[in-house]
């Protein structure tokens, strides 16, 4: 193949790594959803894994290594909620510079340490070598607890489109700590150290949820992938947003509207889902959109707000511009 992977781009490149792998018969869902499903004599094993390098994902400037800890266990565990399973197990592979203060990769494993408590899952073991640059590679397993897979293609049209946690937070904290500021400090805690809601992912499952997926890389370009692998499109209603006050005010000062953060803004790890429309959703879930079929769309994987094109700068690709 000719080219590089910039040309061919973050997904473009997973697309061509992944059409080279074999599957057996253990694997119930391999590569291209939140995490993959694996199943064993006695049960089936959810598993995901991240990397997070220094200047790329983090900066020590802005983040403490416990910040680091637990971010990079949280963005793994929710992959595993997103899947509608309960978080077990974390490995951690470390890579870090002979010069790096011990202190702070001790403080890095206290971070991770208590991330997997909130989440009900453990530290289980892992891996350490000498590096130039410090990369935090995180692998997270979890329990189905008997329940089928929540994937990114059951979404039906008629289901309705709901999301739980925070959106547009994480994207506000980096906007603020961008410009040199450490507040609003909610905003900036928010960035530093995503909330996903662990126990809502498993309950959605349990509630009938015929997709979902866990806010990464931007609430349009997350539910384009459940869009795509469904067959499906999604209409948001921007009305249904709830924009903090203090959202708004950053948004002024910095001249952002915020329902960019809000649509657009990765790392908040909220989950979005998909439910029959008849579904009683408890309040932690807030409706922002329906799913229709795809008629005169030139594709599928299209996400619209209020009937428009999303056409702001979002989502996320490793490789992009």
């Not at 997350?222 to 499906?232: I, T």
Request: hydrophobic content about 45%; charged content about 20%; some cysteine.
């Amino acid at each position: 193949m000719q080219g590089t992977v910039g040309e061919l781009g973050e997904f473009g490149l997973i697309r061509e790594l992944t059409a080279r792998l074999p599957r057996t018969r253990a694997v119930e869902l391999g590569p291209g959803d939140d995490a993959a499903v694996v199943s064993t004599p006695d049960g089936r094993v959810v598993a995901t894994t991240d990397v997070l390098l220094e200047g790329r994902h983090f900066r020590r400037d802005w983040s403490t290594a416990y910040d680091v800890g637990r971010k990079s266990a949280a963005q793994n565990l929710a992959d595993i909620a997103a899947m509608g399973a309960a978080p077990t197990a974390l490995l951690l592979g470390l890579v870090a510079p002979a010069e790096l203060p011990a202190t702070w990769a001790l403080e890095l494993m206290d971070g991770i340490r208590d991330e997997c408590q909130v989440a009900g899952a453990a530290v289980v073991g892992g891996d350490v070598v000498r590096g130039d640059t410090i990369t935090v590679a995180i692998t997270a397993l979890g329990d189905l607890q008997g329940r089928a897979a929540v994937t990114r293609s059951g979404a039906r049209p008629g289901d309705v489109v709901a999301v739980t946690g925070w959106l547009g937070w994480s994207a506000a904290g980096f906007t603020v700590l961008s410009r040199g500021f450490r507040s609003p400090r909610a905003f900036v805690e928010a960035h530093r150290r995503p909330e996903p809601p662990y126990h809502a992912g498993p309950a959605a499952a349990q509630l009938g949820a015929t997709s979902m997926i866990d806010v990464s890389d931007g609430l349009v370009a997350d539910l384009g992938h459940v869009a795509e692998a469904s067959g499906v499109h999604i209409d948001l209603r921007a009305a249904g947003f709830d924009i903090p006050a203090q959202m708004a005010d950053i948004g002024q000062a910095v001249g952002v509207d915020p329902l960019t953060w809000v649509l657009s803004g990765g790392e908040d790890h909220a989950l979005v889902a998909t439910f029959p429309p008849d579904t009683h959703l408890p309040s932690r879930w807030r409706i922002v959109g329906e799913v229709t079929r795809p008629a005169g769309l030139s594709k599928t994987g299209t996400v619209t707000v209020d009937g428009a094109v999303w056409d702001r700068v979002g989502g996320w690709d490793h490789f992009g511009a």
